[in-house]
């Protein structure tokens, strides 16, 4: 009588199982392996400097921002690019706070913030003012904020590292501060010391007569003072 089927399976048994847990783990050392696929970039960017200035979130008032190069050319909410610097948003203060959604709901977000970036460099002296531009409409019936604190960041982006930082107090419209002037060698170091001599970039429109002078000398107009001519929206 032939006994063989009744022999035991469990050296098969084994056999089979070892060799499942050896594909297992060929398998993980695999995945291991993988090399994973490199991270794309959210967006290209690219900048050398940037000066942020910021002021009270919870005053209505409009400052501007001014960044002037080496060649004289000055970035603010009249010119928005020049060279390689570019104002990313001009910030009015409490009035571009609110938006409309779609659904007619309203959103609003208090920050009072300009931005220049400065992609390239050239060497040479850079001046960063600030310019009380207006204090709109239902702030001089009930003033909400009559005195504004002003801050100004200087940072290098590569490496990183905060430059420069300091406040000011900006008191009525029309005031203009110099915050900082810093001097770029030909490879985008700061050559020190930081200075702070006083430059106006802004000149208002006289008091009387018929001044009707172009560009930044005509921040104001006589006839609707929170208005500059050639610039409506504002």
């Known amino acids: 009588m032939n006994n063989e089927k009744y ?54 008032g409009d400052i501007d921002l001014y960044v002037e190069d080496p060649t004289g050319k000055q970035v603010s909410f009249r010119y928005h690019n020049h060279n390689y610097m570019h104002l990313d ?28 970036t400065i992609r390239g460099i050239i060497k040479g002296e850079y001046t960063v003012n600030g310019h009380y531009y207006s204090l709109r409409s239902y702030d001089k019936i009930n003033p909400k904020k009559p005195v504004i604190t002003v801050r100004v960041e200087l940072h ?12 000011k107090q900006f008191t009525h419209r029309g005031q203009e501060e110099t915050f900082l002037r810093f001097r770029l060698d030909k490879d985008g170091k700061i050559l ?33 003072p929170d208005t500059p001519i050639g610039d409506p929206a504002r």
């Open 7 to 60: 022999k035991s399976t469990i050296g098969f048994t084994d056999l089979l199982f070892n060799i499942l847990v050896g594909f297992a783990f060929l398998f993980i050392i695999a995945f291991l392996l993988i090399k994973p696929e490199a991270k794309k970039e959210d967006f290209n960017r690219r900048a050398e400097f940037v000066v942020v200035m910021e002021w009270d979130n919870d005053a209505s």
């Open 89 to 116: 948003k001009d910030d009015l203060g409490a009035m571009n706070d609110t938006v409309v959604n779609a659904d007619g709901s309203i959103s609003t977000v208090k920050i009072n913030r300009e931005v220049v």
């Open 156 to 167: 290098k982006v590569n490496p990183y590292s905060i430059m420069w930082v300091g406040e």
């Open 192 to 224: 020190p010391p930081f200075t702070f001599e006083k430059k106006k970039f802004v000149t208002p429109m006289q008091e009387l007569g018929n001044y009707q002078g172009t560009g930044v000398e005509a921040y104001e107009n006589q006839n609707t």
